[in-house]
């Protein structure tokens, strides 16, 4: 063992990698943990920018007797992509297909390549990667190679080790070498070894399809062609590092059918498995009724199409055979569903209700990850696995082992190879819960080995499961996988803690060891128990904020698509904030981690919905400046654009003075030097003030009087709307009279605090919002909707109230009472207009829309997307943020990323949209942005609907 300091290793590896290299506090509570319920702090994270940088890395490490834990998307759920000396992140550069052979069906891939990025080169050319997890959008191949990933069409295609051709590796001893079939040579000993443990190997080892726990040695075997890279598929970093792999693929489906089959409960739905087997299906997957309803809740109604009568289903998905037509697979589909043993069956043909079904069980995937209760439901028994014909039986043991500890969980999961997803309420909160979670994976590892299962059927063992190895295999078959381990890796530098001489699976438990932080002055977190530590804790690092999900419409995470760095991400942060509840390395609100961790993020908000957890962290980024910063001199922007209604507001109410200041600000040296002086980029333009406030406007026009009797609503002027930019809501009082409302503007200034809110200035943001209550809160007694103008300000009513103010019992009546113009306009009667209302014609209209992100967020975007369809405009729908997101951007230090944000969806679709298009954006954010950035203007919901555009 090295004498060598962390100080010293580290000089040494930046003296050796061209790539990042950073013991930084805060660098490494972000690697502390992946998806897993574990935490390990690492002592170093290195991102090589390629092989040559990895060698280095792995050489430095070796010769200072370093641990070396290899890591991708991090998203492991078994605790295998954490460690104790050096993480190796090879997302961050090595990502790149290098080669793609169509005709030879492989491609050539470095190990932090996406797989979804993968499925995108392969496209084109027909082909695809076979296995597909549910987080192909971020998991990379290496990581899917390290587990022995599968996803649900496994059942056609195979494990990842069934569609890896070659690897290239370094072993524990730095020996460098291509696996592949009939290469066993390039391991010193393991050809003998092999040869003398044969009866061991094909006993013990490759009795199911879905047998991943410990080493896969039956790859080994001379009738499967001596395979070293598939017997090194799975083994969790153990053994070598991966710099490189060559894969297989195969051909695209074409228009798969789903038959969707219904049972009464899901061991019943597993019991019909063997028979559609036979059926040779592409996918046969299992979901229970209580995981469609949390989908339905979370995604709406809309999200879920109906389903046959049961209580648990199967989706099957049959694709065309070589020379088949449509009529053939969907005959073969109906004989699949008559097989099925049920009379309550649905065959979908390939379409947008297929689509719909299959969504279903990926939504799953992310939503499970809390209880139908709202609790937090952990990973730990993940995956187990068990023989097909054996998996009904299997889930009514299982299910009565959980309904007998009181344990709960969603399940769902591949039924067609015998594999279930689960994750459980196990009570890891407090260290008294360590104990009872332990008995019970100790109880379930017993029941899935009795079945002769395996503990893993694609998530790998890691730390959560080695441990319970000895209950599946025999003492021969562990001393087995400890002399494999020995011949790759003699010093036990590789992953250490796992698969061989693996910790306890109780040790390094995350949650256990964070102490309770109890809501103050702040936030109340109401649905976290009033404790920002379970609040934060919602994170358990499933990493979909790391995805590009803007194709289907997603907004997290900004800052990350712009950067690419950990640090920027939804999970990255969180992981800050969870160590600054553990204390142990960082331990105060005002730390500069904490400060680095948050800087970029833009309080978009987006996470709050996009996460299936949940993970809010616009608003623990605002509790965390409270409390770093109560009792403190603030950054000036806090004091400026952190109060901007103040001073908005006195600019404004003095006659011609804002008309005075505007004029001034068009100087533009002078303008850079109120920008320098308030802590803003220079780069940036000052914002324009309204020469006239809107409910000026509101007396000077007068109501109008009109026949009948007509609804009354109230249109909120929000700070934004009132001082900055009035044209929205005098476009709206058109709307909603033509509409047959009557609208009402109170007389008194009612703002909502958000600028006090981003800035963490909470006691400031709660005076505010109880003011509001003053004002709005009569209206609302009387039953009289509030409309908003100004999305950011509308969701802050929607979502901040309650959480500011919980015990005013004024704040829910108002926060259910608030709409945006069009949740009003498509609302069913009587809050809507009724179905003889229609919007102007847009016919022959090209709208490009910007949600601001707090719509998407906290209201949803369907109301106004279904307007606009109605409408027949030619809608071009933006997700991401426009990458001001308010005081953001307009701070220094923050341009650059703010740009970048724009760049990946705002700015591209403005330069390629026609001159006439009109671009739609209801936050006062997006329509500055454009405005600073290309010159193009604006216009809100209600001026398009107005004919105002």
Same mark, same amino acid.
């Given at each position: 063992m090295s004498s060598l300091t962390t100080r010293d290793v580290v000089e040494e590896l930046r003296a050796a990698v061209d790539g990042e290299v950073d013991d930084s506090d805060r660098r490494r509570a972000e690697y502390s943990a992946d998806a897993s319920n574990y935490r390990v702090v690492p002592q170093v994270v290195v991102s090589p920018r390629d092989a040559d940088d990895?060698?280095?890395?792995?050489?430095?490490?070796?010769?200072?007797?370093?641990?070396?834990?290899?890591?991708?998307?991090?998203?492991?759920?078994?605790?295998?992509?954490?460690?104790?000396?050096?993480?190796?992140?090879?997302?961050?550069?090595?990502?790149?297909?290098? /080669? +793609?052979? !169509?005709? *030879? %069906?492989?491609?050539?891939? &470095?190990? $932090?390549?996406?797989? #979804? /990025? +993968?499925? !995108?080169? *392969? %496209?084109?050319?027909?082909? &695809?990667? $076979?296995?597909?997890? #549910?987080?192909?959008?971020?998991?990379?191949?290496?990581?899917?190679?390290?587990?022995?990933?599968?996803?649900?069409?496994?059942?056609?295609?195979?494990?990842?080790?069934?569609?890896?051709?070659?690897?290239?590796?370094?072993?524990?001893?730095?020996?460098?070498?291509?696996?592949?079939?009939?290469?066993?040579?390039?391991?010193?000993?393991?050809?003998?070894?092999?040869?003398?443990?044969?009866?061991?190997?094909?006993?013990?080892?490759?009795?199911?399809?879905?047998?991943?726990?410990?080493?896969?040695?039956?790859?080994?075997?001379?009738?499967?062609?001596?395979?070293?890279?598939?017997?090194?598929?799975?083994?969790?970093?153990?053994?070598?590092?991966?710099?490189?792999?060559?894969?297989?693929?195969?051909?695209?489906?074409?228009?798969?059918?789903?038959?969707?089959?219904?049972?009464?409960?899901?061991?019943?739905?597993?019991?019909?498995?063997?028979?559609?087997l036979e059926h040779e299906p592409l996918a046969v997957e299992g979901i229970d009724a209580r995981l469609v309803d949390v989908v339905r809740r979370h995604r709406g109604p809309a999200a879920v199409p109906e389903l046959p009568d049961g209580a648990g289903w199967l989706l099957v998905e049959v694709g065309a055979r070589p020379g088949e037509t449509d009529d053939d697979v969907l005959a073969r589909a109906r004989a699949l569903a008559a097989a099925g043993g049920t009379e309550a069956a649905a065959v979908v043909p390939a379409g947008a209700q297929a689509a719909a079904l299959w969504r279903i069980r990926a939504d799953g995937a992310g939503l499970g990850g809390r209880t139908p209760a709202g609790a937090p439901a952990w990973p730990g028994w993940e995956d187990a696995a068990v023989p097909p014909e054996r998996l009904g039986d299997y889930l009514r043991d299982f299910t009565a082992l959980m309904s007998d500890r009181g344990i709960d969980g969603l399940l769902y999961g591949h039924f067609g190879d015998g594999c279930v997803h689960v994750r459980l309420d196990l009570p890891l909160e407090t260290a008294r819960g360590v104990g009872p979670s332990r008995d019970f994976l100790e109880s379930a590892a017993d029941l899935v080995a009795g079945y002769g299962g395996s503990f893993s059927g694609e998530h790998g063992d890691g730390r959560a499961r080695s441990a319970l190895l000895d209950r599946m295999y025999t003492p021969e078959v562990l001393d087995l996988f400890g002399r494999v381990k020995h011949l790759f890796d003699p010093d036990g530098h590789l992953n250490p803690g796992v698969l061989v001489d693996p910790r306890p699976v109780d040790a390094d438990l995350r949650r256990p060891h964070a102490r309770p932080t109890l809501a103050r002055s702040g936030f109340a977190f109401l649905e976290d128990g009033g404790d920002f530590t379970t609040a934060v804790h919602r994170c358990t690092g499933v990493g979909k904020c790391r995805a590009d999900t803007s194709a289907a419409g997603g907004f997290m995470c900004p800052s990350y698509l712009a950067t690419k760095d950990e640090k920027d991400v939804t999970r990255g942060r969180a992981r800050v904030l969870q160590d600054l509840t553990n204390g142990s390395l960082i331990e105060s609100w005002d730390s500069p981690a904490v400060a680095e961790s948050l800087d970029l993020c833009l309080s978009c908000k987006a996470c709050a919905s996009d996460c299936p957890t949940g993970t809010d962290v616009a608003t623990y980024k605002s509790e965390v400046l409270h409390r770093a910063y109560r009792g403190k001199l603030r950054p000036v922007t806090h004091y400026l654009l952190g109060q901007l209604p103040r001073w908005s507001g006195l600019v404004t109410a003095v006659p011609g003075l804002a008309k005075l200041t505007n004029q001034v600000m068009r100087v533009r040296p002078l303008a850079k030097l109120v920008l320098r002086a308030g802590g803003m980029d220079t780069r940036r333009h000052m914002l324009s003030f309204a020469e006239e406030r809107f409910t000026a406007?509101?007396?000077?026009?007068?109501?109008?009087?009109?026949?009948?009797?007509?609804?009354?609503?109230?249109?909120?002027?929000?700070?934004?709307?009132?001082?900055?930019?009035?044209?929205?809501?005098?476009?709206?009082?058109?709307?909603?009279?033509?509409?047959g409302y009557e609208v009402v503007v109170p007389a008194e200034r009612a703002c909502c605090g958000l600028t006090w809110i981003t800035t963490g200035q909470l006691d400031g943001a709660k005076k505010q919002l109880a003011n509001l209550l003053d004002v709005l809160g009569p209206y609302v007694a009387e039953g009289i909707p509030i409309i908003g103008i100004e999305p950011s300000c509308t969701a802050a009513l929607r979502s901040d109230l309650v959480e500011l103010l919980p015990d005013d019992p004024r704040s829910r009546p108002v926060a259910e009472a608030v709409h945006t113009l069009a949740e009003l306009l498509t609302a069913p009667e009587p809050l809507g207009p009724g179905p003889d209302w229609v919007p102007r014609s847009l016919e022959g209209v090209e709208v490009v829309a910007q949600p601001h992100c707090h719509h998407h967020a906290v209201m949803g975007w369907e109301p106004d997307a279904a307007i606009l369809t109605k409408a027949g405009a030619t809608l071009t729908r933006l997700a991401g943020c426009c990458g001001l997101a308010g005081n953001f951007g307009m701070e220094r230090g923050h341009y650059d990323t703010s740009v970048a944000v724009a760049e990946t969806a705002l700015l591209p679709a403005l330069r390629q949209a026609g001159p006439d298009a009109v671009y739609l954006a209801d936050g006062m954010s997006c329509r500055t942005q454009a405005d600073h950035l290309v010159g193009r203007r604006g216009v809100h919901l209600a001026q398009l609907l107005a004919g105002q555009a």
């Open positions: 990895a060698l280095a890395a792995l050489d430095v490490a070796r010769r200072s007797g370093v641990p070396i834990t290899a890591r991708g998307g991090g998203t492991s759920v078994a605790g295998n992509a954490v460690g104790t000396g050096m993480v190796l992140d090879f997302s961050r550069h090595m990502n790149r297909v290098l /080669d +793609l052979d !169509a005709e *030879a %069906r492989t491609a050539t891939v &470095q190990p $932090g390549v996406v797989m #979804s /990025d +993968l499925q !995108a080169v *392969a %496209r084109p050319h027909g082909l &695809q990667f $076979g296995p597909d997890p #549910s987080t192909q959008n971020r998991a990379t191949l290496g990581g899917m190679i390290g587990n022995n990933a599968c996803g649900p069409h496994a059942v056609a295609y195979g494990r990842t080790a069934d569609n890896t051709h070659t690897l290239d590796v370094v072993d524990g001893t730095g020996r460098r070498f291509a696996a592949g079939a009939g290469t066993l040579d390039a391991v010193p000993g393991l050809d003998d070894l092999v040869r003398a443990e044969l009866a061991t190997i094909r006993t013990a080892l490759g009795r199911f399809k879905r047998q991943v726990s410990g080493y896969s040695l039956e790859h080994l075997l001379p009738e499967h062609d001596a395979d070293l890279a598939k017997m090194l598929v799975g083994t969790e970093g153990t053994l070598v590092t991966i710099l490189g792999a060559t894969v297989r693929l195969v051909p695209l489906p074409t228009a798969p059918v789903v038959v969707a089959l219904g049972y009464p409960d899901m061991p019943t739905a597993a019991d019909a498995v063997p028979a559609l406007w509101w007396r000077r026009r007068g109501t109008r009087t009109t026949m009948g009797e007509r609804r009354r609503v109230v249109l909120w002027s929000d700070s934004f709307t009132e001082t900055l930019d009035g044209a929205g809501a005098r476009a709206a009082v058109t709307v909603l009279e033509d509409a």
